[in-house]
Structure formats: C-alpha cells, structure tokens
C-alpha cells in the first residue's frame, strides 16, 4: 500500500516535470511593449483605476468592431453568459435548447432556472449546432438556443437564426473562441440576438487573464445590463413616480439610482452585482484590439500548415468553417476516421513532445446534469466525436517558427506511422480516458 503510494507519488511528479517540445501554451494572446506601456500611461495618469474612461474607449472599440450597437464589458467569460441569459426572461417551463460541445460555462447557468434543457447534437465536421437537428428540438415552449462558435469555427447562423425567427425563439451566442472569426462577411457578436466573449488567459486576445464582453443591439437589454454589473438593481420602474412619493432629487451622476429609492417598482427581475472591469484590464484590452488581426492571421497560417498535413491522409478531416467564413482558430481540431487511429496519433504525438487536449467533455455527461436525468446516448454524435474521434494540436501565436516546423514534422511523421503499421501498441495513459 505505502510502495504503491509512493510509485504514484513519483509518476505524479514525473509527469509535473514533463516539458513538452511543443507545449499547448501558457497563455493564448500576445503581449509586448503596447500592452506595458498602457499600464504605465495608466499608473501615471491622474485617474480613478475603476469605472473610468479607458473602459468606454474599450467598450466603443469593440463594438464597432464586432458590428454591434452596444458593448458591456465585464469581469469575465462566465459572468458575461450569467447577465446575458437574464435577459432571455426565462419562466419555469419554459425550454432552452443548448449545444453539448462547448466549456461548461456556457450551459452552467441554465441549472438555476427551473427550465427544461434540450442538448442538440452537432455537425461532426465542425462540432457546432447542427441546424437539421435543432428543428426536431424546436416546441412551443422553446425560449432560445445557446451555442457556441467552437473553436473559432462560425456555427451555421443564417439556418439556426431563419428557424430562431421561424418559431419566435431568442439565440446567445457564446463568442469565447470567435473574436477574429468571419461568418459570410459578418462577425461573431452580431449574428444573433446577444453574444459573450472571454478575455481568459486562454482566450486570443486577455484583458490581463480575466474578463469578458455582453454584445447585443437593444437599447433596452443594454441598459438592463450595464445596470446588473454596476452592483444596480435590474427592475421595471413605472414612468412616473406614485402621488405619494416625494420626487428624489436628481444629481448628473445618479445615472439610475433615484427612481428605485421610490415605490415606483412593478418588478424586480435580478438584483445586480459588481462586475465592472477594471481600468488597467480596459486598457490593455483596447490595446489588444490591435493585434487582433494579426494575432488572427497567425494562428490562420499555423492551422494552415497543419490542415495540409491531416489533408494527405484518408483517415483524417481537418475541422473547415462554413463557405465565405473565416475560422478564428482560438482551437485546431482534426478528426479520425475511428478510435484507435484517434487514441494511437494522440500517444504518438505525446511521445513526440506534443501536448495535446481533447475539449470539451459532452456536457450532458457531466454529473450536474445527469443529475438531471441526461443520459449517454443523448447526442450520438458529440458523444462519438469526443469519445472516439477529435483532437485538438496547438496553435498558439506565441510558438517559436521552430516549433511549429517541429508539430508539422510530428504530425506528418505520427500519421505516416499509423499508416504503415496499424498494429502499433497501443499504451494506456491518463491523456485519453475513454470509458464510457
Ligand atoms: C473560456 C470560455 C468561457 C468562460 O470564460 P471565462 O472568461 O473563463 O469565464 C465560456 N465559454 C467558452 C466556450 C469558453 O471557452
């Protein structure tokens, strides 16, 4: 018992050691000079570090970069979808259709609402909703859809969003991965009726390691929004003040305040929280927005290079966006045509000092929501890619031009050995867990 312990003790820090030749990164954006001497600017500028103007620069910025009328930074990715799926006024009964394939954090809220969630299954040649099977989930009690662009990899708008109009349904679009994205001329954030984004560590462009954006064109959900993150209530005020209330008095800066101190309250939806982003993230952000092409054209060219590899073997598919689409690559990710080709290029790729991730876990399978009675078997195509046919390879813009010359080589020469020898041994590691 204390041998074995010790045995896995050793593996354990055996494999904390491991340094890969082409790691999955550290981080997913860029930072340099601009990025540090926005911070100095703002450390040395006389102005408050919360609630100041670097934050509506920001804000405006990347709105009118993602098309959109109105953008509502706040503190992270997650918070971002929290605010966004209140606006979608969700009452018990209602249904929400969502997609499996995506980070928990997209579907995590809905398990606070006393709603019916219906999983869709998705395409198996992008891992997005797959609009002829989102029409099957589609009843009179549908309040909206969520779904991710996953990976970068535009989701099929003009379907999903005919059949959102069709049947009178909202769709969020959760944009973590698709900021650089082009879906037939228009951008991810402005397809649907509200969109997230994260500017995790992760993520193609950071705001300092956390944050995030709400982007949607109602005036009303804006100011619901802004309202919700600046720790305000998000209620319905009458128009006029009741004869018995004292009119409050009205300071410039009271933007909202005085109207709730009155009885003038029909309903309160939310009570608000404090998700304001700071300054020295806004600052950097803004600065961010400008790499954002290059960053994307980067992570474009390493994809490239990869896709012309998976492309030279039968037995493999390279995820593809739409026609007239641009991938944002925040993931690349290739499929095999069967598990033990998919397991045996994931070990050989280790082997070769190449760090690979498989994203994300059907998230019907997670315990919260079998927990709610989802079942395996409930989405036979997210459940086939994750389990037996997807991978995702680095590509990262920070990777040295030898590295990725090294992920090619190691991709090409992995894939020529699975070809040649079919037979070869298959180890059990803890990077693929494949129970079902
Ligand atoms: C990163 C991510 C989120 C959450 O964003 P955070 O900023 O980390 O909270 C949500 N959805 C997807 C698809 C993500 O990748």
């Given at each position: 018992m204390a041998a074995d312990q010790h045995a896995t003790d050793e593996l354990g820090e055996l494999m904390m050691d491991r340094s890969y030749v082409v790691p999955w990164g550290t981080r997913g954006a860029v930072l340099a000079d601009a990025e540090a001497a926005a911070l100095v600017d703002l450390v040395h500028d006389d102005v408050p570090l919360s609630l100041g103007n670097r934050r509506d620069c920001f804000e405006r910025a990347f709105a009118a970069l993602v098309g959109s009328k109105h953008a509502i930074s706040v503190t992270s990715g997650t918070v971002a979808l929290e605010l966004a799926i209140q606006m979608l006024d969700l009452e018990p009964g209602d249904e929400v259709i969502a997609t499996p394939?995506?980070?928990q954090a997209t579907v995590q809220p809905l398990l606070d609402y006393d709603v019916r969630v219906r999983f869709c299954d998705i395409d198996p040649a992008t891992l997005n909703i797959d609009p002829s099977a989102l029409e099957a989930l589609i009843t009179p009690r549908t309040r909206a859809l969520l779904l991710v662009h996953y990976g970068g990899c535009p989701a099929e708008m003009d379907a999903i969003m005919a059949l959102a109009r069709r049947h009178d349904f909202l769709v969020l679009e959760d944009c973590a991965h698709a900021l650089g994205a082009d879906y037939r001329g228009r951008t991810p954030g402005a397809l649907a009726d509200i969109a997230t984004f994260s500017f995790q560590n992760a993520k193609n462009i950071t705001t300092l390691g956390e944050g995030g954006m709400i982007t949607c064109s109602r005036g009303d959900w804006a100011e619901r929004l802004d309202r919700l993150r600046s720790n305000e209530t998000d209620a319905e005020i009458a128009p006029t003040y009741p004869s018995d209330v004292v009119e409050p008095i009205v300071l410039p800066w009271m933007k909202y305040s005085a109207s709730v101190y009155?009885?003038?309250?029909?309903?309160?939806?939310h009570a608000g929280t404090n998700a304001t982003l700071s300054e020295a993230a806004a600052a950097v952000g803004l600065t961010q927005l400008g790499r954002l092409g290059a960053v994307s054209e980067a992570r474009r060219a390493i994809a490239g290079r990869l896709d012309e590899v998976v492309n030279r073997y039968p037995f493999m598919s390279p995820q593809s966006a739409p026609p007239h689409s641009a991938h944002a690559y925040h993931l690349y990710t290739c499929f095999a045509d069967r598990q033990e080709l998919r397991d045996q290029l994931v070990l050989a790729l280790d082997r070769r000092g190449v760090e690979i991730q498989l994203r994300y876990f059907p998230q019907h399978l997670l315990p919260e929501w079998r927990h709610r009675g989802h079942a395996y078997g409930e989405c036979p195509v997210a459940e086939r890619m994750w389990f037996e046919q997807h991978l995702n390879l680095p590509c990262n813009p920070r990777l040295k031009q030898s590295q990725v010359a090294y992920l090619v080589d190691a991709l090409d020469e992995s894939l020529a050995e699975l070809n040649g020898s079919p037979s070869l041994p298959l180890r059990v590691s803890s990077t693929v867990t494949c129970e079902k």
């Open positions: 394939q995506t980070y009155t009885d003038a309250v029909r309903r309160v939806r």
